[in-house]
Structures are given as structure tokens and as C-alpha cells.
T-cell receptor
Framework: EADIYQTPRYLVIGTGKKITLECSQTMGHDKMYWYQQDPGMELHLIHYSYGVNSTEKGDLSSESTVSRIRTEHFPLTLESARPSHTSQYLC?????????????FGQGTRLTVV | QKEVEQDPGPLSVPEGAIVSLNCTYSNSAFQYFMWYRQYSRKGPELLMYTYSSGNKEDGRFTAQVDKSSKYISLFIRDSQPSDSATYLCAMRPGGSYIPTFGRGTSLIVHP
């Protein structure tokens, strides 16, 4: 079982609030990712990091920001939540290498903005 | 046209059936192919990964890649109700660690 943890699992928050979704992994993986997933739809990459102090935006435009100060920690922040941010957010990690480097996912955070 | 196409289903089968799940893709640069299983309200769980064309077997699961047809499959033998989940295919080029996902196929195995 993958050792990657997301908190909270569920969050209901009002419009305009600032929120941080936490993601930590204990596998020593250098690469970490945030995906957004709506019901019945593909996973869309919103942010990724290839190491400490390295962050990039993904394919899906997002108003969120991320930081990578420690290898094991990759939090995602929304400065001002809106109902359009309602979705499931999935964190993943992987390691550098040739094979066996595929991503492991956390259990997800289901965010509802009211 | 999406890079990865996957029929969302649902696919409903009786217990014990052989299940075939498929994805097609358009990017010939894809070299690594993965299958994830996702239970309701959970994160995706890596089931199998393969490199380039060929077959790979793991217990009741067999992953098959046909690069000439840009077609990948996941076969599940002796399907069980506990196999009921959404199965996502994913793939990536050799020079990238970021996979492109299909939208997933919902599988229902009824007793």
C-alpha cells in the first residue's frame, strides 16, 4: 500500500475562504503531483514538482498555488475558494528511474465550496 | 480528439466472467502504459504497468499493449464482485514522468 497521505479527506467551506490541502509521502519520492478529478471525468494535472523548490503548473488552469519546501510535503493552497473549485483533489508521487516509477496516489480530498 | 480514449461504461458482468477493458490513444510517443483501479471515493491504485508492446500477467490480471494499433487492454479473469470499480488507463512518453489518463471505465461485477 502506498504511503501517501492527504488531509482533510472531506472539506466543506464557504466562498472566499483560504484553504490548504495537505499531502505528505514517506517513500522518499522526488516527484509529486496534484490532480483534479470531477465525477466520471479524466484526471487533470494542475501542479507538479520534480524536487525541493521546484514547482510547475500543469495542463489544467488553476487558481491554486503549491510549495515544495521539503521532499515529503506538497501542500496546495486556494487563496479564495469559489464554488467552481468544488472537486476531488488527488495528490500523487513517483520516483526517478527507468521502470517501476509510476505514480502512487493518496486517497484524495473532496472539496465542496458553498 | 483526446489523446487517450476510454469508454466510460458502465460495463456489467456476472461473477466469474472474463472482463476486457480497453483504451486507444493517438500519441505514438507513448511508451509506458499503466492501469489503475479506483474504488468510489478513493484514490487510484496502481494495478499494472508495462513498457512498450507485449503482455504482462499478474494473478487474474493481464495487461496487453499493441503499439502498432495504439490499443491497450486489461483482462480480468474469474471476475469477483470486489473487482467492481472504475479502471483508468494511463500512458506517458519515455522522456516524461507525467501520464495522460483516460476517463475510466466503470465495471460492475454482480453475484
Amino acid at each position: 500500500e502506498a504511503d501517501i497521505y492527504q488531509t482533510p479527506r472531506y472539506l466543506v467551506i464557504g466562498t472566499g475562504k483560504k484553504i490548504t490541502l495537505e499531502c505528505s509521502q514517506t517513500m522518499g519520492h522526488d516527484k509529486m503531483y496534484w490532480y483534479q478529478q470531477d465525477p466520471g471525468m479524466e484526471l487533470h494535472l494542475i501542479h507538479y514538482s520534480y524536487g525541493v523548490n521546484s514547482t510547475e503548473k500543469g495542463d489544467l488552469s488553476s487558481e491554486s498555488t503549491v510549495s515544495r519546501i521539503r521532499t515529503e510535503h506538497f501542500p496546495l493552497t486556494l487563496e479564495s475558494a469559489r464554488p467552481s473549485h468544488t472537486s476531488q483533489y488527488l495528490c500523487a508521487s513517483s520516483r526517478t528511474g527507468a521502470l517501476g516509477t509510476e505514480a502512487f496516489f493518496g486517497q484524495g480530498t473532496r472539496l465542496t465550496v458553498v | 480528439q483526446k489523446e487517450v480514449e476510454q469508454d466510460p461504461g458502465p460495463l456489467s458482468v456476472p461473477e466469474g466472467a472474463i472482463v476486457s477493458l480497453n483504451c486507444t490513444y493517438s500519441n505514438s510517443a507513448f511508451q509506458y502504459f499503466m492501469w489503475y483501479r479506483q474504488y468510489s471515493r478513493k484514490g487510484p491504485e496502481l494495478l499494472m504497468y508495462t513498457y512498450s508492446s507485449g503482455n504482462k500477467e499478474d494473478g487474474r490480471f493481464t495487461a496487453q499493449v499493441d503499439k502498432s494499433s495504439k490499443y491497450i487492454s486489461l483482462f480480468i479473469r474469474d471476475s469477483q464482485p470486489s473487482d467492481s470499480a472504475t479502471y483508468l488507463c494511463a500512458m506517458r512518453p519515455g522522456g516524461s514522468y507525467i501520464p495522460t489518463f483516460g476517463r475510466g471505465t466503470s465495471l460492475i461485477v454482480h453475484p
